[in-house]
């Protein structure tokens, strides 16, 4: 997954501990117990997120290897309740995130399937290999969205890095699921 910028999208603590995670998360900096504040006080503001900082949090926290399960939990609730301001990235990163920190949401995952089916093509390349890996690393049923994002995959594998790459032909894999044309493209890239 990639690092959703900060949005400045709530006031106050909330700005701030989504950002702080940002930062943080972004530089790889290690900070055991400045995730654990950051948590507390996303709790105590997880009702002012909005998708994109529920994202962002989500993304931070994953990409920090900070698992943080009551935050995690009340994250998928906020996110869900936001369906009409999700966007193809922020899936993205959401389902990275709960697979990257092994996090069980079978319900989000399920949720964001359905809005991911309906709008394929509007996911970027490396955020389709991000929701895919996502899905199979979380043991996800993802058939139909491998199925549909195999064709626009293969005509975009340019477009990825070889981590990218390599979580694409893991989803697939993880999910038994063939995908001839893609893996075709894969090989000559």
């Not at 603590?13 to 790889?28: E, K, P, R």
């Not at 997120?49 to 998928?76: C, G, I, Y």
């Not at 049923?141 to 340019?158: F, N, T, Y």
């Not at 990825?160 to 032909?169: E, K, R, T």
């Amino acid at each position: 997954g990639g690092a959703v910028q900060p949005a400045g999208s709530c006031l106050g603590l909330c700005d701030c501990a989504a950002n702080t995670a940002w930062a943080y998360a972004t530089v790889q900096h290690d900070a055991p117990a400045l995730f654990d504040t950051l948590a507390a006080e996303a709790m105590r503001q997880v009702g002012r997120f909005n998708s994109l900082d529920v994202a962002q949090v989500v993304w931070s926290f994953a990409e920090a290897r900070r698992s943080a399960p009551a935050l995690f939990d009340a994250l998928a609730g906020r996110f869900a309740s936001l369906r009409k301001q999700w966007t193809p990235k922020v899936c993205s990163d959401v389902a990275w995130g709960y697979a990257t920190l092994r996090h069980a949401a079978p319900e989000l995952y399920a949720t964001i399937a359905e809005f991911a089916a309906t709008r394929m093509g509007r996911f970027s390349a490396p955020g389709l290999a991000a929701l895919l890996w996502g899905f199979g690393k979380a043991g996800q049923e993802a058939a139909p969205l491998l199925d549909g994002a195999a064709p626009l995959l293969a005509a975009s594998v340019g477009a990825l890095s070889n981590v990218q790459l390599q979580q694409v032909a893991e989803a697939y894999v993880m999910a038994g699921r063939e995908a001839t044309e893609l893996f075709a493209a894969i090989t000559v890239e």
